[in-house]
């Protein structure tokens, strides 16, 4: 059994370029990057994974998503948090990262209000797609 606590676990981790196939657990990748100061994770590309909170991701510049589920909202306006000061405190914030057809449980999104007002666009446009419902 890994010990995720184990200092050489977390180094191991923040090197990692590419996560496949695998459950990743937000609040812990968060901290590994911070302990290796690291406050912004940049870089990495996740294909096929769960991208597991409760975390709030800030969304930086050069990030995507391609082919993922957001998460579950009935509202989807409600997966997304407009920063309300020039700097984003308590996220785990992304730059220059892919995220190919994963699947996020218990994540909201924060970050440039251009990017959010997209990202809410294209999950309502994707609704409207799958259910026939616009709403």
Avoid at 26 to 33: A, C, D, I, K, T
Avoid at 47 to 65: Q, Y
Avoid at 85 to 90: A, E, F, P, Q, T
């Amino acid at each position: 059994m890994t010990d995720v606590l184990n200092e050489d676990h977390g180094r191991k981790i923040v090197a990692r370029k590419s996560f496949s196939n695998e459950a990743v657990w937000l609040p812990m990748l968060g901290v590994y990057h911070l302990n290796a100061g690291q406050p912004l994770i940049r870089g990495l590309t996740f294909t096929e994974c769960v991208i597991e909170g409760p975390a709030l991701v800030g969304i930086i510049d050069g990030v995507s998503f391609e082919g993922c589920n957001m998460g579950v909202a009935t509202d989807p306006a409600s997966l997304f948090y407009k920063a309300q000061g020039s700097v984003l405190v308590g996220t785990v914030a992304f730059a220059d990262t892919k995220f190919i057809r994963c699947r996020f449980v218990q994540v909201a999104f924060t970050g440039h209000a251009e990017s959010l007002d997209q990202m809410a666009a294209d999950l309502i446009s994707a609704r409207a797609e799958v259910t026939g419902n616009p709403g």
